[in-house]
């Protein structure tokens, strides 16, 4: 079964940066539509952007379109979330997955921002 490690939060301020990493080990990532989600405090987890493996084509939720800019690297097996003009509301642990969530979910990675 895959294994995914998401890495790269941190603590920010507004207006900010930040570059999240998700690698998968036990499989490749080949022929799966990947996506980033995120969970904040008290809060179901939601979707934020995922990449089809076909075409690389992009989808993202209104409250990131613009500032969120998601990747892949299918030869190192790592998705990517850039981050920009980060607000306190994107605070929350992030999770990538496939865009239907059929791996088991890693630990995720906490991104903090302050206002």
């Known amino acids: 079964q895959v294994q995914l490690e998401e890495s790269g939060g941190g603590l920010v301020q507004a207006g900010g940066s930040l570059r999240l990493s998700c690698a998968a080990s036990?499989?490749?990532?080949?022929?799966?539509?990947m996506a980033w989600f995120r969970q904040a405090p008290g809060k179901e987890r939601e979707f934020v952007a995922a990449i089809t493996w076909s075409t690389s084509t992009t989808t993202y939720a209104d409250s990131v379109k613009g500032r969120f800019t998601i990747s892949r690297s299918d030869a190192k097996n790592t998705i990517y979330l850039q981050m920009n003009s980060l607000k306190p509301e994107d605070t929350a642990v992030y999770y990538c997955?496939?865009?239907?969530?059929?791996?088991?979910w890693g630990q995720g990675t906490q991104v903090t921002v302050s206002s």
């Open positions: 997955n496939t865009r239907d969530s059929s791996f088991n």
């Open positions: 036990g499989r490749t990532f080949s022929g799966n539509s």
